[in-house]
């Protein structure tokens, strides 16, 4: 998977949580948006 799609699957997880009221979810959506593809994989095994 590549690191644009790891974080486009990320911020759909971040948004579905919020949607489903779990509105501190948006507060990783910037982190995601700035991470690298190493910080992405350590998010991803986090969420």
């Given at each position: ?38 910080e ?8």
């Amino acid at each position: 998977m590549s690191e644009e799609e790891l974080r486009e699957l990320l911020l759909a997880e971040v948004y579905a949580g919020a949607f489903s009221g779990l509105g501190a979810m948006l507060l990783d959506e910037d982190r995601i948006r700035n991470a690298g593809a190493e910080e992405l994989e350590e998010l991803a095994r986090d969420l």
